[in-house]
Structure formats: C-alpha cells, structure tokens
C-alpha cells in the first residue's frame, strides 16, 4: 500500500481508519509470508559452525517437534568437538549421528572424538569412500532423525566417496530444502580433483546430475568457504558460478591448469 495512502487516511473517519489498517495488516502478513518458511520448519533445529584454521563449516541439525530431540551433526572436527558437544548438551538435544561428507585431506574429522566422549553416537559415511564407520551409506539412502531424515546422493569427483546429504523431499519435511554439498559444490567453485582419486569429468557430471536438479530454491551449505560466504542457492551457483557454469570440456581444462 502506498505511503501516501496511509497518512491521508489517518485523517479518515474511525471506519475507515480501521479498515486501512485491516488492510495494511494483511498486507504485511502476506509479504512476512514470502519470506516464512513452510509450518513444518519449525521442527527443523539447524545451526551452522566454523571451524577457523581449516575454514571447515559444521552443521548442527535436529528434530526439535520430536520428545528426543534427535540431533546430527555434519563433517566434525577434531579441534572443535568440545565445543559442539558443549552446544548440544546446553541446547537439550540428544546427539545420534555423527556424519562425513567424505574423508577430509585438509582436516582431521571429529567423528572418532565424538563418539568416545558419546559413546551413543553413530558414525556415518559413504560406503564408496572405503572408510570405516558405524554405517555405511549408499545413493538413495535416508538418514531419519526423528521425523526427519537427509537423502544420499552420490557426488563423486573431488574424491570417489564424496556425498551430499540433503533435507527430505515432502509436505512434513523443511522447505525450502537445504543440501550439504561436502567439497563437491563450494559456493562459486568446487573442490580440487587432482588428488585421492578425484577426477574433474566425473565432479561435472555428479554437480549438474544430483545437485543442480534440485529445486533451484534449494540452500547449499559447503564444506568450506574461504571467501567469507555462508550459504548459497542452486540457483545461484546455476548462475554465478565461475567453473560449473562452464561446458564440460572448459570446466576440465580450469580444473587441469590449477
């Protein structure tokens, strides 16, 4: 409604006063509701970490509807696990899963420290990454905590185990969706894929087949930011994104030349 509006009808009569501001109420509560996500985020818990010296983001999430409160956090680190046992336990929630993206060169994972200090928690990583944990997740896996769960998707290409963990797909679950992209995705570039089995073909074609076929409103959270960004869209990336914009061919040869 516009300002002007507004004020000339503060000099109205009280009827139509009260009709202005009936109007001007909805009208802020529709333009709240475009930026609201759906009811059924509030069961949604979500925190996101930083851990300093490796640029390594950890993301709490949890089932907060649910009587447990069953929590998960997503790629630990060692140095910072304190901390986040610490925020779990003040926060109630009950921690159950402990999950890696992949196996980190550029950090020492948590989830070992994590589990002796809780010893209820469980490991989880991809079977294709030929580590050891509790459970070995495969493409098309779910991940329930609570009424909740997370979706594998195989990403493979910055290493040949490499996951994304990503919100369900349902009218009971969070939207919009959020995707937790490891060093696959980055937000405005990607893992490097000349080392642990990487390979930049392989990378290309896991981002575009299993990433940016989800809802374009979808929130990606990386592994590692360097720059200072926290989130982005797959939209976003669809658009800016210096490398994975690029064909196939080109995408190879900047991935080649670094």
């Known amino acids: 409604m516009p300002i002007q509006f507004i004020r000339s009808s503060l000099f109205a009569s009280p009827t139509n006063l009260l009709r202005t501001l009936f109007r001007v109420t909805k009208l802020r509560s529709l333009a709240m509701g475009s930026y609201t996500a759906s009811s059924q985020s509030s069961k949604l818990f979500f925190r996101q970490l930083f851990e300093k010296e490796s640029s390594t983001y950890t993301y709490l999430l949890a089932d907060v509807s649910h009587p447990d409160k069953p929590a998960l956090l997503i790629d630990p680190v060692d140095k910072t ?3 986040d046992l610490s925020l779990v ?3 109630g929630l009950k921690l159950i899963y402990a999950l890696n993206t992949h196996v980190h060169a550029d950090h020492i994972t948590g989830t070992g420290l994590i589990k002796t200090k809780s010893p209820g928690v469980k490991s989880i990583i991809s079977k294709a990454s030929g580590s050891k944990a509790d459970i070995l997740v495969e493409p098309g896996d779910k991940v329930s905590f609570g009424d909740l769960f997370l979706e594998v998707r195989a990403t493979p290409g910055h290493t040949s185990g490499c996951v994304t963990y990503v919100t369900g797909d349902g009218p009971d679950q969070p939207q919009p969706r959020m995707a937790f992209t490891g060093d696959a995705l980055l937000i405005r570039g990607c893992g490097r894929t000349d080392f642990q089995g990487g390979s930049s073909l392989q990378l290309y074609k896991s981002v575009h087949s299993q990433i940016f076929t989800l809802p374009k409103d979808t929130l990606i959270y990386p592994a590692h930011d360097y720059k200072g960004f926290s989130v982005s869209t797959v ?5 800016y994104n210096p490398r994975l914009t690029k064909n196939q061919e080109t ?5 080649e030349s670094k």
Request: aromatic share 6%; glycine share 6%; no cysteine.
């Open 251 to 255: 995408f190879k040869g900047i991935m």
């Open 89 to 91: 336990k003040e926060l």
């Open 81 to 83: 696990v304190d901390r």
């Open 235 to 239: 939209e976003e990336e669809m658009l």
